[in-house]
Each structure stands twice: as structure tokens, then as C-alpha cells.
T-cell receptor
């Protein structure tokens, strides 16, 4: 049962433009959401998170938006840089130590 | 640098031959996790340790076992690997000091397991 879904396996954008990665979830008990970034041959690394009491969290070029009514979150990267090319995983949890991941979206930023 | 280390990075085993994957951490985190990730799929939580307390996911096959002899080390044992167990195995840690910290996991680079 896939509780966290990333429906776009890949995304390609031009350097300097905005990248928007999307994530949908089905479990209304999820109350904490995270994005992880993964480069080849490395483990996922934490990028940004948001609690369900907020609808937006911003960290530099990265902004996560949460729409609880739609059970949808998105990650915006602006401006996109070639070094942002990686696989991005969306994750959600309803309690400590119980995180569910999406299958990932491969972002390619072209120079 | 504090980190999560997984050894080996690549492991080849034969069908049915027991194999052990290793994870160590220098972060002194209480919680350690093992995930299985198959190609183009989401990482799937197998189990986790909160200190010495073992927490198994309901759908984790009995073929998968784990040991945590101390805070720093955690092992994943696959007793009789099948072809379907070929995957990337990721170890992660977290610290339960508050919800945000508890949910921010630090991952190792993974061990890619091949079953012949």
C-alpha cells in the first residue's frame, strides 16, 4: 500500500528556471513531511521539512508547500542549478520512527 | 565527520547462502533503521532499533533478522537470500530529541546486494 506517491519519475528543467516536484499522500494521519535528495552512490540526505501546522517552509532556494486538504505537497527550487540534479524523495510520518517514502523523482537541470 | 557507514558497498551472494550487512554510526543516535530499496521503488522500512528495543515491520519476512550489539553498530542478516532479495539496503539513524529531530534520518550510502 503506497501511502506516499511521486507520480513523476523524472523532471528536466533549464538552469535558472524553477523546478517543481510533486508528492501526494493518502494517510490523513501524516503530520510531518520531508524531502530528501540523493546523488548517485550516496545515501539520501535531508533537504527540507514541514510540519502539518504550516503550509509553507522556505530555506534559501528551496520551498516546500503543503496542501492538507488535497493531501499534496510540493518542493520548489528556484533558481535551479546543475548541482541540483539528483533524485528527490518525498517522505511522511505519523509518529516517531515510522516514515514512508515515495519512489523518487529524478531531476535533471540542464546548463 | 560524524557519519553513517555501510560495509560492504557491494555484496554478492548465492541463492540460499546467508549474508550479513553491516552499518556503523558515529552520530551517537539512539535509533537505527534498515530499509530495502528495489530499483525505481520507494525505500521500504524493514525494522528499526530504538536503543536495544527491536521494532519489526509487520510485512518484513522472517528471512530478515537484525542485531544491534551496541549503540554504534547494527547488522542486517538475511538467512536464506532469494533472487527477490536483490536490492539496495540502506541504513539510517535518527535522534529522538523532539519530533523534527526524530524524523530527520541520516542515511548511509547503502549496500547493493546481488543474489546469484
Amino acid at each position: 500500500d503506497q501511502q506516499v506517491k511521486q507520480n513523476s519519475p523524472s523532471l528536466s528543467v533549464q538552469e535558472g528556471r524553477i523546478s517543481i516536484l510533486n508528492c501526494d499522500y493518502t494517510n490523513s494521519m501524516f503530520d510531518y513531511f520531508l524531502w530528501y535528495k540523493k546523488y548517485p552512490a550516496e545515501g539520501p540526505t535531508f533537504l527540507i521539512s514541514i510540519s502539518s501546522i504550516k503550509d509553507k517552509n522556505e530555506d534559501g532556494r528551496f520551498t516546500v508547500f503543503l496542501n492538507k486538504s488535497a493531501k499534496h505537497l510540493s518542493l520548489h527550487i528556484v533558481p535551479s542549478q546543475p548541482g541540483d540534479s539528483a533524485v528527490y524523495f518525498c517522505a511522511a510520518s505519523a509518529s516517531h520512527n515510522d516514515m514512508r517514502f515515495g519512489a523518487g523523482t529524478r531531476l535533471t537541470v540542464k546548463p | 565527520d560524524a557519519m553513517v557507514i555501510q560495509n560492504p558497498r557491494y555484496q554478492v551472494t548465492q541463492f540460499g547462502k546467508p549474508v550479513t550487512l553491516s552499518c556503523s554510526q558515529t552520530l551517537n543516535h539512539n535509533v537505527m533503521y534498515w530499509y530495502q530499496q528495489k530499483s525505481s521503488q520507494a525505500p521500504k522500512l524493514l525494522f528499526h532499533y530504538y536503543d536495544k528495543d527491536f521494532n519489526n515491520e509487520a510485512d518484513t519476512p522472517d528471512n530478515f533478522q537484525s542485531r544491534r550489539p551496541n549503540t554504534s553498530f547494527c547488522f542486517l542478516d538475511i538467512r536464506s537470500p532469494g533472487l527477490g532479495d536483490a536490492a539496495m539496503y540502506l541504513c539510517a539513524t535518527s535522534s529522538p530529541s523532539g519530533r523534527a529531530a526524530a524524523d530527520t534520518q541520516y542515511f548511509g550510502p547503502g549496500t547493493r546486494l546481488t543474489v546469484l
